[in-house]
């Protein structure tokens, strides 16, 4: 597509000269996008019925263009604009020429996990045994392709091209818990392609409802856990292959919000051990004063014992002698008392270290 660049006043001139949807058919642009593209720039346009005026010759009246602080503003009428991030970020995988969203119409040699899954699905269909899916896929990688084998070709087509395209972004297939999953940014998206299944309710002539399951010609391609699945099924307008860009940005998208919020959540939790750590160390500082204050007090008393003792010793040895009962038992007594009071005195031969 030629790049349209414009100046304001030129667009200006361009909408009152010719109709909308004459302009976006030259230009191959949307009616709608063009008419965004004046509303945003202050460019006003001509109103309903002017152009019928300008056909029967009736007069018509131009509104002037407003003066703006950037007038001079070059407009590029090639600029998509986008409901969210996530249809930008399609439309821009969409134009990465190192990515193939084309599903090819045959494919001689499939991706050895298209390959392998393609082998074990015709090992269930022609098992006597009746194996079931679930059944492989506990005991091997087995890609979540649940279709008939009408459809079983166009869907590891399909898978094929998107097992590449997620390669090619540096990203990879993985298992876990026996199902499929992408990986980007280290997280993972479980994935799911199956046949679209409706279901239909009968009555009987006795008023009971019945259901059947009936399936269709559809493939239903599914991203995400049961809580947040987005869905992609073929339509009267697309199929599922038309919808490649938009399944891996959803992909890379749901990958990314877990990535931000587990990374979040360290960081949260890191401040969390933080503080806790910095209450912990308050407590033990408080605690070892505590013990101080506590070991402080209990010297004081024991001093004021041990003091006290002392002195009852010497008034007691006084005593002794001029009584003149200062015989071996006493003399016994005493030393053993004061070597009690020596120990019980905070002072005496201590380490000052640990008072």
């Known amino acids: 597509m030629k790049k349209i660049v414009l100046t304001r006043e030129e667009l200006y001139d361009l909408v009152w000269s010719k109709s909308i949807s004459k302009i976006a058919k030259e230009f191959q642009i949307e009616p709608q996008r063009l008419k965004e593209i004046c509303k945003e720039n202050e460019i006003p346009l001509p109103s309903r019925g002017h152009w019928s005026k300008v056909r029967f010759k009736k007069k018509v009246v131009k509104t002037p263009l407003p003066i703006i602080e950037h007038d001079n503003l070059q407009i590029d009428l090639n600029i998509k604009k986008f409901r969210t991030d996530y249809h930008k970020r399609a439309f821009e995988l969409a134009q990465r020429q190192d990515l193939n969203f084309k599903v090819p119409k045959r494919i001689s040699r499939y991706h050895s996990l298209v390959n392998a899954s393609k082998r074990l699905l015709e090992d269930i269909d022609n098992s006597e045994d009746n194996f079931k899916f679930w059944e492989v896929a506990q005991k091997q990688n087995l890609l979540p392709i649940h279709t008939d084998t009408k459809l079983r070709s166009r869907a590891l087509r399909f898978m094929d091209t998107l097992i590449r395209a997620v390669e090619a972004m540096d990203c990879n297939i993985s298992f876990y818990c026996n199902r499929a999953h992408v990986e980007m940014f280290g997280q993972k998206t479980e994935i799911n392609l199956r046949q679209k299944v ?154 000052w270290s640990e008072q």
């Not at 010793?313 to 005493?334: F, G, H, R, T």
Request: aromatic share 10%; with cysteine.
């Open 198 to 351: 409706y279901r239909i309710r009968e009555k009987d002539k006795t008023g009971w409802s019945r259901q059947s399951w009936e399936e269709s010609d559809k493939l239903e391609f599914q991203a995400g856990p049961s809580f947040n699945q987005k869905s992609w099924i073929d339509n009267t307008k697309r199929k599922i292959e038309e919808c490649l860009p938009e399944i891996i940005a959803w992909i890379e998208k749901d990958c990314r919000y877990w990535h931000d919020l587990r990374a979040k959540q360290a960081i949260e939790e890191n401040k969390r051990l933080l503080v806790q750590q910095k209450l912990e160390a308050i407590k033990a500082q408080q605690e070892q004063e505590q013990t101080k204050v506590s070991r402080l007090f209990t010297n004081v008393e024991n001093w004021n014992k041990a003091e006290l003792a002392s002195r009852y010793l010497d008034k007691m040895e006084k005593q002794a002698i001029l009584e003149n009962q200062l015989n071996s038992d006493v003399k016994d007594y005493i030393i053993w008392a004061r070597k009690v009071v020596s120990e019980l005195n905070p002072l005496i031969d201590k380490d």
